[in-house]
């Protein structure tokens, strides 16, 4: 099968960063197409940048439908156009933070997100919500690294993002850690050894599902909200 994995910002070392750790995770026979829109932000840090980023995102899957994709990643952690894609896509796709989010439902009662900046926060809460999965989510907290300095993987960086992981876990109680940012998808087997408790990924989670989704037959439902977009006066979906 292939899956197409969508980084929704434009830099490409991150979208390298999300096709490793999506083919180290991809089963036999699962072809990964990683790719980012030419233009839009070049990351995405909380919710103007996210409305920014979203024409590009569906100009990726609208293309991916028509190659005949078996399913869509969304690999921006604020699930950037998630709804819009499905009513776009008949092919499944999946939000590396609801993905996560489930994983770490199913792996521990209590889990605790650390994302990048504090305005990323209130996305997350949001759709922690309306996913209904506030109440297994003890607290979404920041390590105030900006996105595109997790390309240098500086040490300060990681250090701050562990020093979040401790806090969770022992300020808030936290059984396992999300980490919410595409762009620290490679960190997650180190930090899950160093702090003796599940830290989960995202992409890696997405994938997944993604292949199981496929495996299952399921595709995303055209009845009601993800019904595909009419044809409007000035011709099919003309926005
Ligand atoms: C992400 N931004 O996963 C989010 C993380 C964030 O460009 N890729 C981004 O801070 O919301």
Do not use: W
């Amino acid at each position: 099968m292939d899956i197409l994995v969508v980084n929704p910002n434009t830099t490409m070392a991150m979208t390298a960063t999300i096709r490793r750790a999506a083919e180290r995770v991809a089963a036999p026979g699962t072809r990964i197409v990683a790719v980012n829109p030419a233009a839009g932000p070049e990351s995405i840090e909380g919710f103007y940048d996210e409305a920014l980023a979203v024409p590009g995102l569906l100009a990726e899957i609208a293309k991916g439908e028509a190659q005949g994709m078996a399913a869509h990643v969304i690999a921006c952690f604020d699930d950037t156009g998630l709804d819009a894609a499905r009513a776009l896509a008949r092919a499944p796709v999946v939000g590396i933070g609801e993905a996560a989010f489930h994983a770490a439902s199913l792996v521990a009662g209590r889990f605790a997100v650390v994302t990048t900046l504090a305005r990323s926060i209130p996305a997350i809460e949001f759709n922690l919500r309306k996913y209904g999965l506030a109440s297994r989510c003890a607290r979404v907290r920041a390590a105030e690294v900006p996105v595109l300095a997790l390309e240098a993987r500086e040490a300060e960086a990681c250090g701050r993002i562990e020093a979040q992981i401790e806090a969770a876990r022992r300020d808030d109680g936290a059984e396992a850690i999300v980490l919410g940012c595409a762009g620290m998808a490679e960190l997650a087997t180190e930090l899950t050894a160093r702090h003796g408790l599940p830290v989960i990924d995202g992409v890696t989670a997405a994938v997944a599902l993604a292949e199981a989704l496929v495996r299952l037959g399921l595709r995303t439902s055209k009845v009601g909200g993800y019904a595909a977009p009419l044809p409007k006066r000035g011709g099919a979906g003309s926005g």
